[in-house]
């Protein structure tokens, strides 16, 4: 069976967890989009790994992993990854590959986000400033790009990153009136980075054919979430990638045919970092309780995350968009204590209601949600190991979410262990 895996919000949905449970019963896990603005929490006993660009997949000594061409690396996270993982005695050798056609994040996108976050003040996107916008778009711009096959030959590397260099030190000096950046320092870097991830990088889309070929077994791992998505979420105010289930093809050159099912991961509440319409957001006591009682600060950035109540609006929209055959539901265990849930249901926009979710920004920052209200529970969930050892309040609200997106909630999420999860059907 081949899975792929996406969050149905804003992201950090619980992703790494359930890849990594997933990963136990696969044989290789592919990071196909996003970059080191991703932060997937792994908890394994006592250790805890937030990994950024290294698929979930690789806490699992035996799991091949491969990050593919839609991703856009930025060497100095993932060495240091490698290195995070070998310190504990996981080893990635001959086990990670890298597509030679996966696009460089270097010092000056970094700069290129952070001087155009800052530029814009109170109009800013609240990017994770790990210059995502700005490689994705000198990969669709594709004169000023660098890729991990650029590494092999480092003579036309130094030659490239001067006209690139040079380029961007205009740009800066003149919107931003910022320091010139040097191309050889990068390039410099760049040689370290030739020598350490050179030996992992080749033609993925040839590896996983052959794979898939071979009946191998190939869990996709999605970064961000589907409300993310460059043309189908919150626009402007989403990453620079197709986050959805439908980057996955683009994103490796597997198409989605060859996948069995796709697995949405939803938290029990919302969550958003960064800017952007929230409907169901809670600015109040109820999201400052979820924030505390789920640790809702970012994996990357450690922001404050934005909280709210449960949106099945939103979730059905990137079901029916990203073709969603079931969905993995954590945090049940951080509703805990709360005494009435609410539920969206469906928006009430211009005076009309609609269940369909309007991606359109215009119409969905005059969103107001419709809720239903539902009883909570206050006993603690993070010991349950069947659904049926759930209060009937918790196992209601699962099964009423259920009914509103409909489609099957297979894995319920008690806590941040692998342990902490329970499984239905
Ligand atoms: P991702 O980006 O989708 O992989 O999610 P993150 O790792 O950024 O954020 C999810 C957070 O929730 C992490 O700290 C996880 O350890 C934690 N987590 C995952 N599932 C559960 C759950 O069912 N209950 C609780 N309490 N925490 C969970
Ligand atoms: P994972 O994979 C949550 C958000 C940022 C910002 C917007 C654009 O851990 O779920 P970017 O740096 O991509 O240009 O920022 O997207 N964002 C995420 N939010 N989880 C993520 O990844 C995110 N990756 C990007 O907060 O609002
Ligand atoms: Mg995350």
Not at 396 to 421: A, C, D, M
Request: hydrophobic share 35%; net charge negative.
């Amino acid at each position: 069976m081949n899975y792929c895996v996406v969050g149905l919000q804003w992201g950090d949905e619980g992703k790494g967890k359930v890849v990594d449970i997933l990963a136990e019963h696969s044989d290789i896990v592919v990071r196909y989009g996003g970059g080191a603005n991703a932060g997937h929490t792994v908890v394994v006993g006592d250790s805890r790994f937030a990994l950024h660009l290294l698929p979930s997949g690789s806490v699992r000594p035996d799991t091949g992993c491969v990050i593919a061409n839609g991703v856009v690396v930025d060497p100095d996270v993932l060495i240091q990854e490698i290195d995070t993982l070998a310190e504990k005695s996981i080893s990635l050798d001959g086990r990670l590959l890298i597509s030679e056609n996966a696009h460089i994040v270097l010092d000056y996108h970094k700069q290129e986000d952070r001087l155009r976050e800052e530029s814009l003040a109170k109009n800013k996107l609240g990017t994770t400033i790990r210059g995502i916008g700005p490689c994705y778009a000198d990969k669709v711009g594709r004169s000023y790009t660098v890729r991990m096959g650029d590494f092999r030959n480092l003579e036309t590397l130094k030659s490239k990153l001067r006209t690139i260099v040079e380029y961007k030190n205009k740009i800066f000096k003149a919107l931003y009136n910022a320091e010139p950046m040097d191309a050889d320092e990068i390039f410099e870097k760049c040689k370290v980075y030739a020598g350490r991830l050179l030996p992992f990088t080749t033609d993925t889309t040839e590896f996983l054919h052959k794979s898939i070929a071979g009946g191998k077994s190939l869990l996709f791992e999605g970064a961000q979430g589907s409300l993310l998505d460059l043309d189908h979420g919150t626009f402007p105010f989403v990453t620079s990638s197709n986050s959805s289930s439908l980057g996955m093809s683009a994103g490796c050159g597997v198409p989605a045919k060859f996948v069995d099912k796709f697995i949405g991961v939803i938290k029990a509440y919302t969550t958003r970092v960064g800017a952007g319409p929230f409907p169901a957001e809670q600015d109040n006591e109820t999201g400052q309780y979820i924030r505390d009682k789920g640790n809702e600060y970012g994996t990357t950035t450690g922001r404050p995350r934005r909280c709210g109540w449960f949106d099945a609006v939103a979730v059905l929209y990137s079901i029916t968009i990203g073709g969603i055959d079931e969905v993995a539901m954590m945090h049940l265990d951080t509703l805990s204590g709360l005494e009435e849930l609410k539920i969206c249901r469906a928006y009430k926009i211009y005076g009309q209601e609609t269940t369909f979710f309007p991606a359109n920004e215009a119409r969905l920052s005059q969103a107001g949600c419709v809720y239903e209200t539902m009883p909570g529970w206050s006993e603690d969930l993070t010991e349950a190991n069947n659904f049926e050892d759930l209060p009937v309040n918790a196992q209601n609200y699962v099964r009423r979410i259920e009914e509103l997106i409909g489609k099957p909630i297979t894995f319920v999420g008690v806590g941040p262990k692998r342990s902490q999860t329970i499984f239905r059907q």
